[in-house]
């Protein structure tokens, strides 16, 4: 197994925790630690397919670090708003 397997795995041990961290309401899906996970997550899974190029699964990964950033980028907004 490469690194850029175990990157792949840890990408989706990631994902898969936090969205069942959220679902049974120990982590509310639209906070920093969520949606750093998800980033992190997916970030992880598209670093994999750098090696094993998947089209379909780049795209579902990058939208998906995508909404996670902009979930990210928007909480800081607010904070500085407010801050």
């Known amino acids: 197994m490469s690194p850029f397997d175990i990157?792949?795995?840890v990408?989706?041990?990631l994902?898969?925790?936090g969205y069942a961290a959220a679902?049974?309401?120990g982590l509310h899906p639209k906070s920093a630690p969520s949606l750093l996970i998800n980033f992190l997550g997916a970030g992880l899974i598209l670093l994999s397919l750098t090696r094993k190029f998947n089209l379909s699964a780049?795209?579902?990964e990058a939208a998906w670090a995508m909404i996670?950033?902009?979930g990210l980028v928007r909480l800081g907004i607010?904070?500085?708003r407010r801050g």
């Open 7 to 9: 990157a792949g795995l």
């Open 11 to 13: 990408g989706v041990a």
């Open 15 to 17: 994902i898969l925790a």
């Open 23 to 25: 679902t049974m309401g």
């Open 58 to 60: 780049a795209i579902v």
């Open 68 to 70: 996670a950033l902009i």
């Open 78 to 80: 607010g904070r500085l």
